[in-house]
């Protein structure tokens, strides 16, 4: 069974580009989690999703970031404009009923 | 709101040593507790986990026990090896599955 994927691993921009980064849960999850983890801050929550509907988006830093689920199988997280200080490792996670949250392995973001 | 403070790392030990890494919790309800691993260039994954209070959680020779009276779940593990190397996240969820994270405790075992 494949576990989350995510795309692309490693992403290195100047600042004032758009980024995407691209997620696909597994299959029969029905929600999706977008993480951000760096040294200073450690794992903050960004926003998620319940059958492709955003439930809480309290943790999406500002207007720059924003999130959408289209499908059951596939949810981008978008920076415009990237700035320096969105540098970090961006992460997917996804679950249904009771079962743990499963990671995918990030996406290291990198903004000159 | 809910909070989890975990023991500040590195945490730096020798094979064979026993490991204690110490987290405690905040929560207005009856949380799950967790304990997730890191390793280098991964996600993380689920070490172990507890449902309620006196659950003892236990995996790959690790385990941690739900303490309610002092709101902690404390990670052991007695004989830690190289491979433990990582970077281990005490977590909590109550109903509305938000996982809430600790700032992470990175270990480093050495020959």
């Known amino acids: 069974d494949a576990g989350v994927i995510q795309s692309p691993r490693h992403e290195v921009t100047e600042m004032g580009q758009e980024v995407t980064l691209r997620c696909k849960p597994i299959s029969g999850h029905d929600y999706l989690f977008w993480y951000r983890q760096t040294m200073m801050r450690g794992l903050e929550l960004l926003i998620y999703f319940n059958n492709n509907v955003p439930i809480d988006d309290s943790g999406m830093p500002e207007d720059r970031f924003s999130a959408k689920m289209p499908n059951a199988s596939f949810s981008t997280l978008k920076i415009q404009p990237s700035e320096p200080r969105d540098s970090a490792v961006y992460f997917c996670a996804s679950t249904r009923d009771d079962q743990p949250q499963h990671f995918g392995d990030g996406t290291r973001l990198s903004i000159l | 709101g809910d909070s989890v403070t975990q023991m500040e790392g590195p945490v730096t030990l020798s094979e064979e040593a026993f490991l204690t890494i110490n987290c405690t919790y905040t929560?207005?309800?009856?949380?799950?507790l967790f304990w997730y691993v890191q390793y280098p260039g991964e996600g993380l994954q689920l070490l172990l986990k507890?449902?309620?209070?006196?659950d003892k959680g236990s995996n790959k020779g690790f385990e941690a026990t739900y303490r309610k009276e002092t709101t902690s779940f404390h990670l052991e593990k007695g004989s830690v090896q190289v491979s433990d190397s990582a970077v281990y996240f005490c977590?909590?969820?109550?109903?509305?599955?938000?996982?809430?994270f600790g700032k992470g405790t990175r270990l480093h075992i050495l020959p």
């Open positions: 977590a909590l969820s109550e109903m509305d599955d938000k996982i809430i």
């Open positions: 507890a449902t309620k209070a006196d």
């Open positions: 929560a207005t309800g009856y949380p799950s």
